[in-house]
C-alpha cells in the first residue's frame, strides 16, 4: 500500500548540470520498497504546477531509512523540484507501481539500460547481489560527457559493462551489442532493461529471438500514478483477456512479450 507523506529532503546534489540526485528519509517506504517501483513528488507546496512528477526509486535503504532518486531537468516540474532545499518537506506518495521486477528465482541474470533509464536499475542489481545472484550490467550512454554513477553501478554488479555511442569513452558502441556477444558464450536466465523506446524495443526483440525470458520498466507520462486518470495506457498483448494496461498501476515493469512498444 502506498503512503502520502512529507519527507525530509537530507541531500541533494548535482551528478551533471541538469541531472539532479535527492535523499529523503522515508522509512515507511523504504522498508517495503521494491526494485523498479516510483514516487509521485509534488515539486512545491502550492498547486502550481498541479501535477505531481512521477521518478523511480534509485535506491532504498532500510537501515538508515533513506529513499535516493535521480531526475533529470527537463521541464518546469523538474526545474523547480531541483530547486528544493535541503532540510524542506517534500510531499511524496509512494511507492507506487504494482508491475515490479521479479529476480528471485533465477541464478544469472544480464541488466541493460540507457542513459537516464539506467536509475531504477540500480536497486533491481543491489538486491540481486543481497540475494546472491550474478549479475552483469550492459549500460550504454551517447558520449563520455553523459556518463554518469559508473562506480556506484560497478558496486552493486558482478561484471559492468559500460559503451559510448562514439567511443569516446570505455567501449566503443550499443550496450546491446555487447549484451549479444556475452550471449553466444553464457545465455542469462532473464534479461532486464529501461531505457529509451528504441533500446526497448531492439532487447525485446533480441530476448524473443534468444527465447530469453525478459522484463521491461516503461516510461509514460503519468499524471496521477494510480491507475485513476487513464493517461499511461500501453496496448497489452498478454493472456488476460485486455487490449490496454496501464504503466503506473499495471507496471511500470512488464514481461517483454505482453506489451506492444
Do not use: W
Not at 556506484?152 to 554488479?157: N, S
Amino acid at each position: 500500500m502506498p503512503f502520502n507523506i512529507k519527507c525530509k529532503l537530507v541531500k541533494k546534489e548535482f551528478l551533471k548540470d541538469d541531472i539532479c540526485r535527492m535523499i529523503i528519509s522515508a522509512p515507511e517506504i523504504a522498508k517495503v520498497a521494491k526494485p523498479g517501483q516510483f514516487l509521485e513528488i509534488r515539486v512545491v507546496d502550492n498547486i502550481q504546477p498541479l501535477l505531481r512528477r512521477p521518478i523511480s526509486i534509485y535506491n532504498a535503504d532500510e537501515n538508515s531509512g533513506e529513499v535516493e532518486f535521480i531526475f533529470q531537468i527537463k521541464g518546469e516540474g523538474t526545474e523547480l523540484l531541483s530547486k528544493r532545499r535541503e532540510g524542506e518537506l517534500l510531499d511524496i506518495m509512494g511507492p507506487l507501481g504494482y508491475g515490479t521486477f521479479k529476480f528471485e528465482d533465477y541464478k544469472n541474470i544480464a541488466i541493460i539500460g540507457g542513459g537516464i533509464g539506467i536509475f531504477p536499475l540500480h536497486e533491481l542489481s543491489k538486491r540481486a547481489k543481497e540475494a546472491g545472484i550474478n549479475s552483469k550490467i550492459y549500460i550504454g550512454f551517447r558520449n563520455k560527457d553523459l556518463v554518469i554513477l559508473e562506480d556506484e553501478f560497478k558496486k552493486v554488479c558482478n561484471d559492468l559493462i559500460l559503451a559510448t555511442d562514439d567511443g569516446s569513452y570505455a567501449k566503443n558502441g550499443f550496450a546491446i551489442n555487447f549484451l549479444k556477444e556475452d550471449v553466444k558464450q553464457n545465455k542469462p536466465d532473464c534479461i532486464y532493461a529501461c531505457g529509451p523506446l528504441p533500446m526497448l524495443k531492439a532487447v525485446q526483440a533480441f530476448a524473443k529471438e534468444e527465447n530469453i525470458p525478459c522484463q521491461i520498466s516503461l516510461e509514460e507520462r503519468m499524471a496521477c500514478g494510480i491507475g485513476v486518470c487513464l493517461g499511461c495506457a500501453v496496448k497489452y498483448v498478454g493472456k488476460d483477456n485486455v487490449n490496454y494496461k496501464h504503466v503506473c498501476k499495471n507496471g511500470p515493469v512488464f514481461n517483454a512479450n505482453d506489451v506492444e512498444i
